[in-house]
């Protein structure tokens, strides 16, 4: 099941410069700061209540994120929604229809198993199933 919108992801060229703008936007600094090194991005994350937002910044020329701005420029990256079961969800997903672009969920950043959605069969919107790692239980 989906639970609710647990954050949004925006591509940026310039984390520093980014997180004090988003600082100032969200009155509030980022609670975390935290490179994915398979994905070759380093992210920070900003609460507003119960959602959050990421930022991304490539780390490398072969990043997605890098190959996403050279495509669209900075902006909105992907919607991640909080899932409470990864696998069922993904099982669900493929059977309506919808491309993953993993078999298997991923470590993502922030403690998450992540798997995404080819943006395709999503109106042109990445999206990220995103489930809590509670070490020993999944
Ligand atoms: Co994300």
């Known amino acids: 099941m989906l639970t609710n919108l647990e954050h949004v992801g925006i591509a940026v060229r310039d984390?520093?410069?980014?997180?004090?703008?988003?600082?100032?936007?969200?009155?509030?600094?980022?609670?975390?700061?935290?490179?994915?090194?398979?994905?070759?991005?380093?992210?920070?994350?900003?609460?507003?209540?119960e959602s959050k937002i990421e930022l991304l910044?490539?780390?490398?020329?072969?990043?997605?994120?890098?190959?996403?701005?050279?495509?669209?420029?900075?902006?909105?990256?992907?919607?991640?929604?909080?899932?409470?079961d990864i696998r069922a969800e993904m099982q669900r997903l493929s059977g309506?229809?919808?491309?993953?672009?993993?078999?298997?969920p991923k470590r993502g950043a922030d403690n998450k198993w992540v798997c995404f959605l080819h943006p395709k069969g999503t109106n042109g919107v990445l999206v990220e199933l995103c489930q809590e790692i509670q070490e020993g239980i999944n």
């Open 15 to 49: 984390l520093a410069a980014s997180n004090e703008l988003f600082a100032k936007l969200l009155n509030s600094p980022p609670y975390k700061a935290e490179a994915v090194e398979a994905e070759g991005v380093t992210t920070s994350f900003f609460r507003v209540n």
């Open 96 to 104: 309506e229809g919808f491309t993953l672009l993993s078999d298997e």
């Open 57 to 84: 910044e490539a780390t490398r020329p072969d990043s997605p994120i890098a190959k996403f701005i050279e495509k669209k420029g900075e902006g909105i990256h992907h919607l991640a929604f909080e899932v409470d």
